[in-house]
Structures are given as C-alpha cells and as structure tokens.
C-alpha cells in the first residue's frame, strides 16, 4: 500500500513550457485534490475532484487544468509555465466525504 | 468561502514545554478540524483531527479543542521534544467542497 505517489519529485521548466504533474492514490478514495505550498502562504488549493469525473476549482487554479483519469489518477497540467509557477506542489486524496485526507511527497517545481 | 487564520507564524519553545498553536474560521458549516505536521522536504502528514460533535481529542502528547461557539480551534502540544520541530497547519472542511488550510506555525523545539 503505497498511499499517494507523485511524480515527478523535481523539475525544472522554461518559461512557455508545458509539463503534467501526476498522482496516484491506492486506497480507493474517491476525492482527490492538488495544492500549491509557497513560503508564509500555505497550502492552497488549485483543483479538486469529489468523484471520478467530476472536477472544480480551488483558490488559485489560473494557469492550471486537471484531468481525472480514472479513480486512482489525477493529474495537473501547466500549459504554459510561469515564473509565478514555481513552487512544491501536493496531491492529496480524501476517504469519503468527512474521511482524512492523505498527501503525496510533492514536487518541487522551478520555471526560469 | 472558508477562511482559516492561524497563530502564531511562529513559535519557539524549551524541551518539556507545552506549545499551543491557535485557529480561527469564518464558516459556520465547516464540520471538521484536521492538524498536519510538516517536515522538511516532506508532505504533510495528519496527526490529529476533530469532528463537530466533539469539544476535545487527545493521543498521548497531543490534544486538540474545539470551540463552535467562537469558531476557533486550537493543538497543545506537552512535553514537547526536538523531534516536534517541524511547520504545523490547521485546516476546516465543510461538506461539499475541500479542506482549506490556515498558513502555517514554524515550531522550534530547543533542547
């Protein structure tokens, strides 16, 4: 039982280009969510899927989009990365609708 | 939208001292209060959470209270020791959207 992996662990990107940042959860868990950490702001959400084919918006989510694969993967998009795109970012699944809610390892995103 | 505000950014605290870390919210539908522990280069991990229906949680050193009436919420930590050292969030969640996160206390443990 792995929990929440994310790859990739680092990357770093040109400013214009595109990546996709993955995540899989193994415990059956049907929301799932992606947040950015930057430092004294916290951790803030982009995306969130409540069930396998559904997705909304978080706090921040300009300059991102998300596909909700299957019930295991959710991945996010950069489209065209930013220097203002820089940060770790965190997936997260969530067991039921008040269940706890797990985190990936993050990846630590650099775009120059 | 929920709103979490948290205090202190930071705090700093001698071995076997207690530590509280304070959290306010503005929704009054938020039902759950989650902690996470963070350490360097890591992912946040949850150790300790609490329900609506509950005023008070504890697991061994660390307890949590709830206070509905005042939409507050706070972790104590006692008996605090190096290995507490790490950046702790807060978080509330109502039904039907996501947990939102309060900004983070950076706890230094001396000893």
Known sequence: NAG?????????LKTGQSMTLQCAQDMNHNSMYWYRQDPGM??????????????????????YNVSRLNKREFSLRLESAAPSQTSVYFCASREGQQGKQYFGPGTRLTVT | GENVEQHPSTLSVQEGDSAVIKC?????????????????????????????????????????????????????ITETQPEDSAVYFCAAFSAGTALIFGKGTTLSVSS
């Open chain 1, 4 to 12: 929440v992996t994310q790859t990739p662990k680092f990357q770093v």
């Open chain 2, 24 to 76: 306010t919210y503005s929704d009054s539908a938020s039902n759950y209060f989650p902690w996470y522990k963070q350490e360097l280069g890591k992912g946040p991990q949850l150790i300790i959470d609490i329900r609506s229906n509950v005023g008070e949680k504890k697991d061994q050193r660390i307890a949590v209270t709830l206070n509905k009436t005042a939409k507050h919420f706070s972790l104590h």
């Open chain 1, 42 to 63: 916290g951790l803030r959400l982009i995306y969130y899927s409540a069930s396998e084919g559904t997705t909304d918006k978080g706090e921040v989510p300009n300059g």
